[in-house]
């Protein structure tokens, strides 16, 4: 399947220098908390920095805060926008 895939015109396989210049969708996560089983709505983590670490490593900083905090939560869960949400 890859073959196929790679055989599409306008297909290109990006190198290693591309892949970490890739930066798609809105620069932003949600998260989900689960407390006692209740579902929180959704958190959006805005305007997240562009230094070099991927949007998921300041969601899980997010939820690592959300899961130790004063009022900790049960389950933390992150999505993310470089992929479209849902992804």
Not at 9 to 24: R, S
Not at 27 to 51: A, H, M
Request: net charge negative.
């Amino acid at each position: 399947m890859l073959n196929n895939i790679l055989n599409l015109d306008g297909v290109t396989v990006l190198d290693k220098k591309q892949q970490k210049q890739v930066n798609g969708g809105m620069n932003s996560c949600k998260i989900v908390t689960f407390t006692n089983g209740v579902r929180s709505e959704p958190q959006r983590i805005w305007n997240l920095p562009s230094d070099g670490y991927s949007q998921e490593y300041y969601a899980q900083i997010a939820c690592g805060q959300e899961l130790s905090g004063d009022n900790p939560v049960d389950r933390c869960f992150y999505d993310c926008s470089h992929d479209g949400f849902g992804q």
